[in-house]
């Protein structure tokens, strides 16, 4: 199964907290950058957890390239809204006087979803950035908040062109729309575990998706699901008897089969949409630290963008 589309530029990546949605950015970026492409990795204050997932040293404010071809950043509201500002007004004391004001301060962050704006206005920025003639990044990976506040995000280029006056913001909440809702362009992928809570969140997400938002969903990623054993192998197992040492293995098998029937049956309750352009990730719990589990799940996406 491919992941499409798959010459989308932004990726935005979300699930409930807790679901691996940073690994599943984290081996994204990997897999792009070994098709050849220059990759940016957005975290939204995610204090360092890519850098965590990818070995390399914390992330900052500033974009900086942590492998041939993979650059990463951390934002967040105020260093986003600092630089917006910075390059509308284009001199740097004027900024001071104005931004810095106590009282200007306290109306920005009274403001509802500027910062959730900017940030995705910054990352507009960079799909529009060239350098020598050419697109600077071929992708970008957001690794978006968890789902409630990436539906907020995502909702924050339209509640603007609504509440702000005509200007260069509404303007800006325009691009952003733009680019958010061209399926050429950008693709929401989706990441859950077999469990209700993560699936339901999921399942919230995706028809706020295609009812209000209007983004185009790509492939959603199952994490951590047990492999299931056909009723044949369970049978046989079941039927099978193992000496005294080897029971306590017999009885770890079972609890997993239907621990594994349990979770397919919760998945079930996903869309068809999902189910039909979804990629299970199994548990990987044999890996020494985790740059191996993102290069691992890497090579389970490079599998699956062959059709393997």
């Given at each position: 199964?491919?992941?499409?589309?798959?010459?989308?530029?932004?990726?935005?990546?979300?699930?409930?907290?807790?679901?691996?949605?940073?690994?599943?950015?984290?081996?994204?970026?990997?897999?792009?950058?070994?098709?050849?492409?220059?990759?940016?990795?957005?975290?939204?204050?995610?204090?360092?957890?890519?850098?965590?997932?990818?070995?390399?040293?914390?992330?900052?404010?500033?974009?900086?390239?942590?492998?041939e071809n993979l650059f990463i950043v951390?934002?967040?509201?105020?260093?986003?809204?600092?630089?917006?500002?910075?390059?509308?007004?284009?001199?740097?004391?004027?900024?001071?006087?104005?931004?810095?004001?106590?009282?200007?301060?306290?109306?920005?962050?009274?403001?509802?979803?500027?910062?959730?704006?900017?940030?995705?206005?910054?990352?507009?920025?960079?799909?529009?950035?060239?350098?020598?003639?050419?697109?600077?990044?071929?992708?970008?990976?957001?690794?978006?908040?968890?789902?409630?506040?990436?539906?907020?995000?995502?909702?924050?280029?339209?509640?603007?062109?609504?509440?702000?006056?005509?200007?260069?913001?509404?303007?800006?909440?325009?691009?952003?729309?733009?680019?958010?809702?061209?399926?050429?362009?950008?693709?929401?992928?989706?990441?859950?575990?077999?469990?209700?809570?993560?699936?339901?969140?999921?399942?919230?997400?995706?028809?706020?998706?295609?009812?209000?938002?209007?983004?185009?969903?790509?492939?959603?990623?199952?994490?951590?699901?047990i492999p299931e054993l056909c009723d044949?192998?369970?049978?046989?197992?079941?039927?099978?008897?193992?000496?005294?040492?080897?029971?306590?293995?017999?009885?770890?098998?079972?609890?997993?089969?239907?621990?594994?029937?349990?979770?397919?049956?919760?998945?079930?309750?996903?869309?068809?949409?999902?189910?039909?352009?979804?990629?299970?990730?199994?548990?990987?719990?044999?890996?020494?630290?985790?740059?191996?589990?993102?290069?691992?799940?890497?090579?389970?996406?490079?599998?699956?963008?062959?059709?393997?």
């Amino acid at each position: 199964m491919p992941l499409e589309p798959k010459d989308v530029r932004l990726r935005i990546v979300t699930g409930k907290g807790g679901v691996g949605k940073t690994t599943i950015a984290c081996a994204l970026a990997v897999q792009e950058v070994r098709q050849g492409k220059k990759v940016l990795l957005c975290e939204a204050k995610g204090r360092s957890r890519t850098t965590e997932f990818l070995g390399t040293r914390s992330a900052s404010e500033e974009i900086r390239e942590v492998q041939e071809n993979l650059f990463i950043v951390d934002m967040n509201p105020e260093a986003a809204i600092r630089e917006y500002a910075l390059l509308m007004l284009r001199f740097k004391p004027l900024y001071n006087a104005v931004f810095e004001n106590r009282l200007i301060k306290t109306f920005i962050r009274l403001v509802p979803s500027l910062g959730e704006l900017v940030m995705l206005g910054k990352i507009w920025f960079h799909e529009q950035e060239q350098h020598l003639d050419k697109s600077r990044f071929d992708v970008i990976i957001f690794d978006a908040p968890a789902t409630g506040h990436a539906r907020l995000m995502l909702h924050a280029p339209q509640a603007m062109q609504t509440t702000v006056p005509p200007g260069p913001l509404r303007q800006n909440a325009r691009l952003i729309q733009e680019l958010l809702t061209d399926m050429e362009r950008t693709a929401l992928h989706l990441v859950t575990t077999p469990e209700e809570m993560p699936i339901n969140e999921a399942i919230e997400l995706e028809q706020a998706a295609r009812e209000s938002l209007g983004i185009h969903l790509g492939t959603t990623f199952i994490n951590q699901g047990i492999p299931e054993l056909c009723d044949e192998d369970l049978k046989q197992l079941k039927s099978t008897t193992l000496p005294r040492e080897w029971a306590a293995l017999k009885e770890v098998l079972e609890t997993h089969a239907l621990q594994s029937r349990d979770e397919n049956q919760l998945l079930q309750e996903l869309p068809a949409k999902m189910l039909d352009n979804a990629l299970q990730i199994p548990q990987i719990i044999d890996q020494k630290n985790n740059r191996q589990t993102v290069e691992t799940i890497a090579d389970l996406l490079e599998a699956a963008s062959h059709g393997e």
